[in-house]
């Protein structure tokens, strides 16, 4: 048979009848045997036992019907308090036919909840994990301006600390003065943005308040990048522009000048040929730049197009250093090229190539004092061939050799203009062998002498 509530206070109301029966029955033999109303001490005795007995049978049923209700109320409670607890435990009720539907609804319930539970994790950690691996900062304060949320990308950024935890502390610290009702009642998209400086990095901060529907604010997130990179660019196309205004502006002035004098004043024909040799040294000079221009631009622009072939570097290298002599001389320089060893073809543009060496030699004759040594040697180390060139020149202060590679860079202006240097060879030098797998190495010693070595490859890639 069932356990069942029913059946319990069926018991209990039987009893009761029972009692109330012989009760009646013991009134009633009491009254036929005395003869009067009074109850005999005997009936009184089983009046009380019947009595107790039936409170211990009320107490032990009501027991019956409560713990099952008792225990599935404490595993709710449990569930409110935010717990996540097993039913098993009230399987043992299962048999009580009133409550059978009350635990399964209950498991059905924690079932449900289990799932939520769980997938509202998984949602979270997904977002945490998100946040978290960020390389942008993000900051969420509460409308009291507490820290709710920092990722380790804001604090790395911003240098701070768990214990800057609130928006004043932070703002304070990174010397904003933004008043954060500013921000939290900003019109709907609509953000405010500033630029700070933290430890030599250039951040761009946004700020952006968040709203639990359209027009309740729940709070502002702080959005930290660093644009230290994109800030340099920007400083080096500035600078870029103003070098190749510059450069373009000294020749400009002297060509000018030149032609008016010509034009306005009474002059010897000698004057005329003299004034007129430098506008033309300048409108040369004016040249090679822009020429020099043109070949970064189209190298930024990746339009160059690379035609590799393999060719033998120690005939390309006499070849050059064979037209070279020339300019040498006029410097009494002597210039050399020896061949250390047998080496293989290499696989590069032979144009671009050719143009990288007659840049690094012709730097050596410019910055070698007349009557220098410059020799040019060939040799390969692994599967890479290698050229270096030497001279006795100048030399490259340390400080500026690893500026060297920089557009318009230069140690000493004056002299590379003088020179009829743009300033712009080395950086071609550069990304011509960039694009041809070929590296470029200097080293220098200042009045001694500088050493510029590349190495290109012997095999098809
Ligand atoms: N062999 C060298 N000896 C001394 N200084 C050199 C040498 N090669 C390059 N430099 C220095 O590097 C600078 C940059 O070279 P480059 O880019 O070729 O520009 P430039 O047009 O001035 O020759 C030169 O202005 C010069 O100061
Ligand atoms: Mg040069």
Known sequence: MKNSIKNSISVLSISMVVITFITTILLFVTKVINKDNIFSLTTLVVLLALIFITYIFSIIISKYITTPLKKIERSMRAVADGKIINTKHLNEYKNYAEIVDVIHSFSLM??????????????????????????DGVIAFSTTQQVVHVNKSAMR??????EDDTFDKISEKLKIKLPFDKIMYLPNYKTIETKVDVNDNTLNIVFVPFFSDRLTPMGVI??????????????????????VSHELKTPLTSIRGYSETIMNEDLTYQEIVRFAKVINQEANRMNRLVVDLLQLSRLDDKKVKWNKVMFSLEDLSKLICEKMQYVASQKHHRLECEAIEKIPNVYADKDAI???LINIISNSIKYTPDGGIIKVYLGYVGDRAVVKVIDNGIGIPEKDLERIFERFYRVDKARSRKM??????LSIVKEMLDGNDGTIDIKSVVNKGTEVTISLPTKKK
């Open 110 to 135: 924690m079932k449900l909840i289990k799932k939520n539970t769980f997938d509202l994790n998984s949602q979270q950690s997904k977002t945490d994990i998100i946040l978290e691996h960020m390389a």
């Open 157 to 162: 950024l911003l240098g701070i600390s768990l």
């Open 222 to 243: 702080m959005v930290v990048r660093n644009i230290t990179e994109n800030v340099r660019l920007d400083n080096l196309r500035k600078e870029f522009v103003a070098n």
């Open 354 to 356: 050719e143009q990288v």
């Open 420 to 425: 009829g240097g743009t300033g712009l060879g």
